[in-house]
């Protein structure tokens, strides 16, 4: 399997919308057409999704448990006091999800809103992905010159970058030559 291969169902799209920025060269597909298609997404609300982004962004680090840039300890949703995060509750907060039941049972979470704009699809993602438990294994790599998202599907859940045969690999020749230095 590829290290970097996509996450399960919804969180593909948080996954996605995540890895717009290319942390490393500063390039956003959110200022190109094509990028904002991918995400069923209007230019008008391309600053919407930056913003949507980077407190996932934010919340995927907590998952990791990195520090977030500049330091700061970062809490979990369940937890007080992450400032990063409480701004995705906040965003989130604007796309209220409702309770349907098909015919057979099955109930699952959707959106309020007709048709679900990109906010609402990512409240809708989250809440399955907390339900079924997938929502924790969403992280962005340690790299701070990376910060890619990817989905953890080690046994132990506790990968730390996004490849191993390149963040990893960088990380580690790091903390060899600084032993040896």
């Known amino acids: 399997m590829n290290e970097r291969d996509s996450a399960p169902g919804g969180l593909a799209l948080i996954e996605a919308l995540v890895n ?18 991918e995400l069923a997404i209007a230019e008008q609300d391309a600053p919407a999704a930056r913003s949507l982004r980077e407190a996932l ?7 990791a448990g990195h520090v977030p840039p500049g330091g700061e300890a970062v809490s979990l949703p369940d937890q007080p006091g992450g400032e990063a995060v409480s701004r995705l509750d906040r965003l989130l907060a604007d796309a209220p ?6 015919e057979t049972g099955v109930a699952a979470l959707r959106p309020v809103e007709e048709p679900p704009g990109l906010t609402a699809r990512v409240a809708a993602a989250i809440a399955t992905a907390s339900a079924d438990g997938t929502w924790d294994r969403l992280k962005v790599c340690e790299a701070a010159d990376c910060r890619w998202a990817y989905y953890d599907r080690s046994p132990a859940g506790r990968r730390r970058w996004c490849s191993m045969s390149v963040c990893g690999a960088r990380a580690k020749m790091r903390t060899y030559r600084a032993k040896r230095g």
């Open 57 to 63: 962004r934010t919340a995927c680090l907590a998952h």
């Open 97 to 102: 999800l409702r309770v349907t039941v098909d």
């Open 20 to 37: 717009t920025l290319d942390v490393e060269t500063g390039a956003d597909a959110l200022d190109t057409a094509d990028g904002r298609a």
